[in-house]
């Protein structure tokens, strides 16, 4: 209980006094705390949101590709550009 102090006297009305400046001081410093904490969460939450939106449509196209070279494999016509495969490797810092 911050902002309450005992004193010491006979009667029960003058045992305790509460300290309202103290109060008030950690009620604005928790609702501070609180502000940037909610405001941290949001920003993060939006951009997780925007990168789970771009995966959830790219997954469609990825897996069309992915069944085409399956299907290029199994039929023996998959012929890949080794000149191509070692561009991509150089653009992507492998």
């Not at 006094?17 to 103290?22: F, G, I, N, Q, R």
């Not at 969460?41 to 949101?49: K, V």
């Not at 070279?69 to 000149?83: E, S, V």
Request: charged share 30%.
């Amino acid at each position: 209980m911050a902002g309450v102090k005992k004193t010491s006297g006979a009667s029960a009305a003058r045992g305790v006094v509460y300290d309202l400046a103290k109060s008030r001081a950690g009620a604005a410093t928790v609702e501070r705390a609180e502000r940037a904490d909610s405001t941290g969460m949001s920003d993060e939450a939006r951009e997780l949101a925007s990168a789970l939106h771009i995966v959830q449509e790219s997954e469609e196209v990825r897996a069309e590709r992915v069944r085409a070279l399956k299907a290029q494999i199994a039929n023996g016509t998959y012929n890949p550009d080794p000149q191509e495969i070692a561009r991509k490797l150089v653009e992507r810092g492998f």
